[in-house]
């Protein structure tokens, strides 16, 4: 049976599959354990059991039909329809009805009863385990017979007895002793000696450096003039403009122009719109300012005044 196909490959994905109109299977995880009859070993697995009272459809078994088959969702619901039929017919024939690797529906005492197959498991995480038997351990056991083979051959500690050394050993290491203090004392008054030798060669070798600095020292006679450069700073805050440019380079450009005319032009610097301007001159007295600005209005209509602290 195909839709049993189905119901399997949905119950190693979901915990809850409803085969609509006849019931769900549920699986709940179950971990591993001991059978201590057996001493077999059961890995952690997804046990299935069946609720008949979960009928209504869901669409996860009928979605899942519909694209594994490429039919239509009405098609996938008529062909779970049928295969419920049969289950039914199967019933009444022979009473009871088995799904592929999922378990085993029979009637007991009138109601309908489900027996899961145990040898599948749907926990992928238990993919590849098997059950396996092992032998039991018996460590009383094994205990008990130690404390017998105690009790009947005790184990005695002998203390081990020392030897005597010889005389000649001893005084042989009272000399070795002897020797080692006396060289130990000697290299110390070695040490010191080449200690004072190194600092009077230090302290000659510093004599003679100094004796050579105060020769090398020397004083000039005719010092060179110091050089003074006088530039002019612009002031005022009666500024007349001559323009304002994006590019620095450009207005630098337009300020050696403006020299050459005859003017103080210079930069006034970047205003708030980023732009870098260049004024004919600057004035401290509003009435000099107004005056070049007519003077400049014959030669440039955009020039204009700005009053700005410098």
């Not at 030798?197 to 600095?213: C, D, F, G, T, V």
């Not at 700073?233 to 323009?243: D, E, F, L, P, R």
Request: charge should be neutral.
């Amino acid at each position: 049976m195909k839709i049993a196909n189905y119901i399997q490959d949905l119950l190693y994905r979901y915990e809850c599959v409803i085969l609509p109109g006849f019931g769900a299977f549920l699986s709940q995880k179950e971990p591993a354990f001991i059978d201590k009859d057996t001493q077999t070993f059961h890995p952690p697995k997804k046990v299935v059991s069946f609720n008949s009272q979960l009928r209504k459809n869901d669409g996860l078994l009928a979605n899942y039909i519909a694209a594994a088959q490429k039919v239509s969702y009405t098609t996938s619901v008529n062909m779970i329809a049928e295969f419920v039929e049969k289950l039914e017919e199967s019933f009444k024939e022979d009473g009871k009805v088995e799904l592929e690797n999922i378990g085993r529906f029979f009637y007991s005492e009138e109601k309908l009863q489900f027996e899961p197959f145990e040898h599948v498991n749907y926990l992928t995480d238990s993919f590849g385990l098997d059950s396996f038997k092992t032998s039991a351990i018996s460590r009383e056991t094994y205990k008990k017979q130690v404390e017998e083979l105690e009790e009947k051959a005790p184990i005695l500690f002998t203390p081990e007895r020392r030897r005597k050394a010889p005389a000649y050993l001893k005084y042989a290491a009272i000399g070795l002793i002897a020797l080692g203090i006396s060289g130990f004392a000697g290299l110390n008054i070695y040490s010191s000696q080449v200690s004072k030798h190194n600092i009077a060669e230090q302290q000659q070798a510093q004599e003679q450096l100094q004796e050579q600095i105060q020769q090398a020292t020397f004083v000039i006679d005719n010092p060179l003039p110091a050089v003074t450069f006088n530039v002019a700073k612009q002031t005022g805050s009666y500024h007349i403009v001559a323009g304002a440019f994006r590019v620095e380079e450009n207005a630098k450009t337009k300020v050696a122009e403006l020299r050459k005319e005859g003017f103080k032009a210079h930069l006034l610097g970047e205003n708030k719109y980023g732009l870098h301007q260049v004024v004919y001159a600057s004035h401290e007295k509003r009435r000099d300012a107004i005056n070049m600005l007519r003077e400049v209005k014959s030669i440039n209509e955009a020039a204009w005044l700005l009053v700005q602290e410098l």
